[in-house]
């Protein structure tokens, strides 16, 4: 086996994980523009019920998206699935916005989801299957880096063009309002992303599953993903020895209901949605606005954020092949509760003004500027990381598409359920109590980690069972 990646492999990897890009930035790119289409001068004057459905809309379409791209990948091969991501992602891009109806607007943002969800199942199935075990941990966090530099690139471009025409209000090039611009801004990396996808090899252990090994022999053997590709594709047709292609029948358990190793990943998945993070990104510019922060400087803080968020990214990559992936998650799950708590507290010191929106100065609002943002700070550098190199790796080969699906459907169900219910919640429980809230799903992160989660350092596909592992 190799003791480095090759170049012709980190090439391959760095293209698969600019789904990563995308998926960030699609899912970042509504923070800088929820002021202005939920607004009646501009927008479509919306409560923040249908703000709420706006925004989470593409947590939906990412749902759906991930629980068809297993079984998609299966039939078609990992690559044309990439292909059709990155085109919903041109289209979602450029109509959201053209779009002047709400519905129209929620309509596009769902086909965006749909293309976040297919990249965020088969980037990293696809790094984890042409990846060696003791280098799959540092190319596989390539997606979350990249996920990382995504939702910077959003941030940036809507600070950029809040710069350049004052406002989100603004008029722009060719009349349009500055706010869609920010949406139309992503089909130049979307494009970008289909032209690299298709000089990309397709999965070695798709083409084994399908007959083709002396063609995933040569792909082994040209990205120098092991010493001995015919011994490798031997492996990987063993593992695949079953009776039938993969589906998702084969993740059921006569006792469970389904296999133990899809409800641990499932869990995974959807809780650490459930926690919140989606919200620092997606209501930043106006979660800052809420407690003081105005103008520039509220657009500019998520900026700062996402570049730190990088640098902890990559941190985080430096490490995961040498202390492994369960300490980082136990770390970052008790880092996020930490900084939960701390930011409810935080919270509690404000007062609410006659507008309905919490006044929150001095000291304590530096406090919860540091808090809220150490939230997503630490996840970056664990739960970010390790994310979705567990997930592409946690399933043995004959479930792995499958399994990551349904695991990455889950964790879009908690996307989907916590950004429509923000708002909302901002309403009735204020900032402190929803922040409370999720402070207490960071505590039942902390037991999962403690009790179900297994190290996956070093172990070969071909090798990975859960039962044994955990």
């Known amino acids: 086996m190799s003791t480095a990646p090759s170049h012709k492999l980190l090439t391959v990897s760095v293209a698969a994980a600019l789904g990563g890009f995308l998926f960030g930035f699609d899912v970042a790119v509504i923070n800088g523009t929820v002021g202005s289409f939920s607004g009646s001068e501009t927008g479509f004057d919306l409560d923040s019920l249908m703000t709420g459905i706006v925004v989470s809309i593409v947590s939906l379409g990412a749902a759906i998206g991930a629980l068809l791209a297993g079984g998609a990948a299966n039939r078609f091969g990992r690559i044309r699935v990439m292909i059709t991501a990155a085109i919903f992602f041109a289209i979602s891009a450029l109509m959201s916005g053209l779009s002047f109806d709400v519905w129209q607007l929620i309509g596009w943002r769902l086909l965006g989801g749909l293309g976040v969800g297919i990249a965020a199942v088969i980037a990293p199935a696809y790094i984890a299957e042409i990846a060696p075990a ?29 710069k350049l025409t004052g406002s989100a209000d603004a008029l722009a090039l060719f009349g349009l309002h500055t706010w869609r611009w920010m949406f139309i801004i ?93 919200n620092v990104l997606l209501y930043a510019t106006e979660l800052w606005k809420t407690v003081g922060f105005t103008g520039d400087t509220a657009v500019f803080i998520p900026v700062i954020t996402s570049v730190i968020g990088i640098v902890m990214t990559l941190i985080g990559m430096s490490v995961i092949d040498k202390i492994g992936r369960r300490p980082l998650l136990l770390w970052g799950a008790v880092g996020m509760f930490g900084a939960m708590v701390l930011s409810a507290i935080s919270f509690m010191q404000g007062e609410i003004t006659s507008e309905g929106t919490l006044n929150l100065t001095g000291v304590w609002a530096t406090i919860a500027l540091i808090a809220v943002h150490a939230v997503y700070v630490i996840f970056c550098g664990t739960w970010g990381v390790v994310l979705w190199v567990f997930l592409g790796e946690i399933f043995p080969n004959q479930i792995r598409t499958a399994g990551l699906g349904v695991a990455t459907t889950g964790n879009w169900i908690g996307g989907t359920l916590v950004t429509l219910l923000f708002p909302v919640l901002m309403e009735h429980l204020g900032l402190a109590g929803t922040y409370f809230s999720y402070a207490v799903v960071g505590g039942i992160l902390i037991w999962l980690v403690v009790r179900h989660i297994p190290e996956t350092k070093g172990i070969e596909l071909e090798d990975m069972t859960y039962e044994t592992h955990k």
Do not use: C
């Open 186 to 278: 992503e089909l130049i990396p979307a494009l970008l992303y289909g032209l690299f996808v298709l000089r990309l090899p397709e999965s070695p252990r798709y083409l084994v599953s399908i007959g083709r090994d002396e063609e995933a022999t040569t792909i082994i053997r040209a990205t120098g993903a092991d010493s001995d590709p015919a011994s490798r594709v031997r492996e990987i047709r063993n593992s695949l020895a079953q009776d039938h292609r993969p589906r998702f029948s084969d993740l059921k358990d006569a006792r469970y209901g389904l296999r133990p190793v899809v409800w641990v990943a499932l869990a995974f998945a959807f809780l650490i949605q459930m926690a919140g993070i989606n």
């Open 134 to 162: 003791d280098k799959r941990g540092r190319l596989g966090t390539l997606q979350q880096l990249a996920i990382a530099v995504g939702i910077f690139g959003a941030f940036i471009s809507n600070f950029l063009l809040v």
